[in-house]
């Protein structure tokens, strides 16, 4: 056992230099920094808030989803599922807007935003 730390050690160092692949929610939102907040609400439509702040403004999308959760029917081999209880799920896309409307800043908040054009 005197190398016993060598996987464990090469699993975390493969695991780390991963590159990580952005989710359609982080390519959504990101794919408007540096363009003008116009083209986004002619897009996504008028934003749920507008606040404005000395940099310039932020503007937030929300979206709210009810999908019905799949649960286990019964926990033998060959399991079939059973539709649980519905859940909120809840997302904002938020912008940072620098005071010449380009959007400087773009994040996604909440439950991932799969519905984010």
Do not use: F
């Amino acid at each position: 056992m005197k190398y016993g730390w060598l996987l464990p050690g090469l699993v975390l160092l493969v695991s780390c230099a991963a590159p990580q692949v952005p989710s359609p929610a982080d390519r959504a939102v990101e794919r408007w920094r540096g363009k003008p907040v116009a083209r986004v609400i002619d897009s996504w439509g008028p934003p749920s808030e507008r606040q404005e702040t000395a940099e310039g403004e932020v503007y937030r999308w929300e979206a709210s989803a009810y999908p019905a959760s799949n649960i286990p029917a019964n926990l033998a081999p060959g399991t079939t599922y059973a539709y649980g209880p519905r859940r909120e799920l809840n997302c904002q896309a938020v912008l940072e807007v620098d005071n010449a409307g380009i959007v400087t800043k773009a994040e996604w908040q909440g439950y991932e935003c799969y519905g984010l054009p």
